[in-house]
Each structure stands twice: as C-alpha cells, then as structure tokens.
C-alpha cells in the first residue's frame, strides 16, 4: 500500500477545473473575509484526511479516496466529450455520470455535517430515555453483551447525573458517515438515471 494521500477534495479537481480561466485558475468567494480569491483547482475545496478510513489491522488506507477517484476519471472525460461535440450520451455514460453527480452531493463537508447533525439529536433522544434515571439505566447496561451488568452502582450513578447535566459530547464517527455516503450513492444514482435529462451546454467565451 502506498502512502497516504493527505489532501482529499470533497469536489473533485476534474470538475473544477471546468470552471477554471484561461490561466488554469478558480475564481473562489471566502465568506468568512468576505474577499474573492483566484486559486488553482489544487488549493479548493480540500480537507486533510477526509476519506481516509483505518483497515482492519488499524491502518490508514487511501481504499475511499481510491474509488471516489475512479469515479472521477471515468466521469471526466464523458464530461469533455460533451464540451467538445453535441451529442447523446450512450447509456453506460449516463450511468457513469448519475453516480458520479450522486456523489456530487453525497461527498462534501455540507452532508457530513448534515448527517453528524441528524445522527447527534438521534443519539441525544436514544440516550434521553436509556438514562433518565438509574433504574432504567442499570436495565439497558443489563441487556448489554459483556461487562454491563457488573457496572458498580457509583459509576452508573455519576453517568446519569453527567448526562442530566449536560456535563458530556457526542462525537460522530467520520467513518461511519463515509459508510453512509458510499451507502446512499447507488441508489441516489439510480434515481438520477431514471430521470428523463437534458444538458444545457454554454460557450467559454466569457472566460
């Protein structure tokens, strides 16, 4: 296995570059400073490690970033073949695409912070009633696998007042929300290719 790849593009530097100008540089809006900037596609739109999962020895593998990568390249170039000629896509394109659009919208910071968002207040509620006391929480740790049920009375005690106290944080494994993107892209791509498209195409003149 080879080393591993830091810089991960939740928008793919294919497809930014589409947007590019005729210096091979994106126009980009900060919001935070509220100032725009001109950037190459490798500057945009990056996190350090965000696909990068832990195999089964512990390891850091590049396997997410890989797939999500060969979806790109095989994207890409349908994309440039539609740039350059009017034409119908073939069947095998559109399906090549629908994927590569599900992921558009599966792969970004936006749906990893939607769904830490949902998967936090589920957590919350689940938590709300296994430990709102501590007659109903020593029956939950009871029916847990292993240890749960020798849990010393003290502790089980402590657990319930830091909850009731809000004195804890809920932190969202970063892998199971990749579990979920690569869960949800088939079918969201599925719905995208049975819908009937149409492709508006417009000149480069402006850039």
């Known amino acids: 296995m080879g080393a591993v790849k830091k810089r991960n593009h939740y928008l793919p530097r294919g497809y930014l570059q589409g947007f590019c100008d005729r210096e091979g540089l994106l126009w980009t809006f900060d919001r935070v400073s509220k100032e ?7 500057s945009v739109a990056v996190e350090k490690e965000f696909y990068i999962i832990k195999d ?3 390891k850091k593998s590049n396997v997410v970033e890989d797939w999500l990568a060969a979806c790109e390249n095989a994207a890409i170039p349908v994309i440039r073949a539609l740039d350059a000629e009017k034409r119908r896509l073939t069947e095998e394109e559109r399906r090549i695409l629908a994927r590569f659009i599900a992921l558009l919208r599966l ?7 939607e769904m830490e968002e949902v998967i936090e207040h589920y957590s919350s509620a689940i938590a709300d009633s296994l ?4 007659k109903t929480a020593r029956d939950t740790f009871a029916r847990l696998p292993g240890n749960g049920a020798a849990m ?7 657990l319930v007042s830091m ?3 809000g004195q804890y944080t809920l932190k969202v494994n ?3 929300v990749i579990h979920l993107m ?4 088939d079918s969201f791509a599925d719905e995208l290719f049975a819908m009937t498209w149409g492709i508006l195409q417009i000149g480069r003149a402006h850039v």
């Open 36 to 42: 725009y900037r001109r950037l190459p596609p490798d």
């Open 56 to 58: 089964s020895s512990g």
């Open 107 to 113: 792969r970004t910071t936006v749906f990893n912070a």
């Open 131 to 134: 430990l709102k006391d501590e």
């Open 152 to 158: 010393p009375a003290e502790r089980l005690e402590a």
């Open 163 to 165: 909850w009731k106290a």
């Open 174 to 176: 970063r892998e199971y």
């Open 182 to 185: 690569i869960q949800r892209a």
